[in-house]
């Protein structure tokens, strides 16, 4: 049977529609880029609220937020976080609820007036997406040292844009130095994503680690012609030779097991109806559980590109965008949330993340996991994403319960899960 869930359910769901008020999109969704303008609008809530809650709250130089509940005694906290930004047609669940259940633990801690041994700081990670700055995970990456900021403001985003001058023009870029911080534990609660915790009628995914991630961004040059008096044998086409490279990484894919691949961006220049594209844009997004099968397929597809644009006189340029080695989460965490799980009377499977979530950087500092509740029809980066409150229920009382154990709650007169 279920136990009652500590934490209030009500307050969290409304947190997560009032965040979802910014940058929300006709129909339904919310487009909140890193470092826009929107952006801003949200983390200035976040911030409010962490504040109205008494925590301390520290921005760092690529604009990771944290806020804070002091602890008994001064020691590394506990993270809890994830992020705030999201796609351009995104949904109000994918991030959000990581760090607005990091709140609600805190204000449910504040309602039952119970002190813990170590703080817990809630995180708001920078440009987890990707979306409009390349990498994604960058602030968590620079937060753990595996990007220096200078780097990290020096990207151009898809609008021309760089990261500093975005930063610095939402007023986000703080004081707080970036890099292999002091972390007793990091917990992340993520909506899965995919279609299988609701297909098999399961409460909880219990996520083991992260596949390996490649983003590739190839560009074909040829020439821009006429479409209409330029004869198809004497044409130098990009956009042609992007359509077969697209056809190209799906063949590749297919034939390795466990493989996926996407071309997800696909960009022609003049891009008029009547003109032979000249240059041609795209990325390539391949993901694998095994790092060595990853490295084979990216080198195919590499290697299928240039042949492409060999055969249609086109010249090629490349970029690595991200590159991840697959990440497993710590052990004992996992086995913890297992019994919590359990001890809560929620179902619960072991499983690998096809999604990159800060915890994979954080998994560099300290131990790591991450808790799934069910997406409905598996659906995310879309307007549609959505989560019922039940399951957000399950997933934050499990969240509540890892905090109880990992930060030393005193919560004497109540039983621990």
């Known amino acids: 049977m279920r136990r009652p869930s500590r934490v209030n359910c009500a307050r969290l769901s409304a947190r997560l529609e009032r965040l979802g008020q910014v940058g929300a999109l006709p129909g339904g969704g919310v487009c909140r880029l890193a470092l826009t303008d929107e952006d801003r609008k949200g983390r200035d809530l976040l911030v409010g609220w962490m504040r109205e809650l008494g925590m301390a709250v520290l921005i760092d130089r690529i604009g990771n937020i944290f806020g804070t509940r002091p602890g008994r005694r001064p020691a590394p906290p506990l993270m809890i976080g994830s992020h705030i930004d999201t796609v351009k047609t995104g949904g109000l669940y994918d991030g959000a609820l990581g760090v607005l259940t990091g709140l609600e633990v805190v204000e449910t801690l504040d309602d039952?007036?119970?002190?813990?041994?170590?703080?817990?700081?809630?995180?708001?990670?920078?440009?987890e997406e990707g979306a409009r700055f390349a990498p994604d995970m960058m602030g968590s990456l620079v937060h753990v040292g595996g990007m220096t900021v200078e780097a990290a403001r020096a990207v151009v985003g898809i609008d021309g844009t760089t990261v500093g001058d975005a930063l610095d023009g939402i007023g986000y870029a703080g004081l707080a130095p970036c890099g292999k911080?002091?972390?007793?534990?990091?917990?992340?609660?993520?909506?899965?994503?995919?279609?299988?915790?609701e297909a098999e009628r399961v409460d909880i995914g219990v996520?083991?680690?992260?596949?390996?991630?490649?983003?590739?961004?190839?560009?074909?040059?040829?020439?821009?012609?006429?479409?209409?008096?330029?004869?198809?044998?004497?044409?130098?086409?990009?956009?042609?030779?992007?359509?077969?490279?697209?056809?190209?990484?799906?063949?590749?894919?297919?034939?390795?097991?466990?493989?996926?691949?996407?071309?997800?961006?696909?960009?022609?220049e003049p891009n008029l109806v009547n003109v032979v594209a000249g240059k041609a844009t795209f990325t390539v997004d391949l993901r694998n559980n095994d790092a060595d099968a990853l490295a084979r397929v990216d080198a195919a597809v590499g290697l299928a590109v240039r042949g492409i644009a060999e055969d249609a006189?086109?010249?090629?340029?490349?970029?690595?965008l991200a590159s991840f080695a697959p990440v497993g989460f710590?052990?004992?965490?996992?086995?913890?949330?297992?019994?919590?799980?359990?001890?809560?009377?929620?179902?619960?499977r072991r499983m690998v993340s096809g999604a990159g979530h800060d915890a994979q950087m954080?998994?560099?500092?300290?131990?790591?996991?991450?808790?799934?509740?069910?997406?409905?029809?598996?659906?995310?980066?879309n307007i549609a994403e959505f989560t019922a409150p039940d399951d957000i229920a399950a997933g934050a009382s499990v969240l509540f319960e890892m905090a109880v154990k990992l930060a030393g709650a005193d919560m004497v007169g109540e039983e621990i899960a």
């Open 313 to 320: 006189g086109l010249a090629l340029r490349s970029r690595i």
């Open 362 to 381: 954080m998994a560099r500092i300290c131990p790591a996991a991450m808790v799934f509740v069910p997406s409905a029809r598996g659906l995310s980066h």
């Open 330 to 348: 710590d052990r004992d965490l996992i086995g913890e949330i297992e019994a919590t799980t359990a001890n809560l009377g929620l179902r619960s």
């Open 112 to 127: 039952l007036g119970v002190a813990t041994d170590r703080p817990i700081t809630v995180a708001a990670f920078t440009n």
């Open 207 to 268: 996520v083991e680690g992260v596949q390996a991630i490649s983003w590739t961004e190839f560009v074909l040059e040829g020439a821009s012609a006429h479409a209409g008096t330029t004869p198809m044998a004497m044409r130098r086409d990009a956009g042609l030779a992007a359509a077969r490279a697209a056809v190209a990484v799906n063949d590749i894919v297919r034939a390795v097991g466990g493989q996926v691949g996407t071309v997800g961006s696909l960009v022609f």
């Open 181 to 197: 911080p002091e972390v007793h534990s990091y917990l992340e609660l993520h909506i899965e994503q995919g279609p299988i915790l």
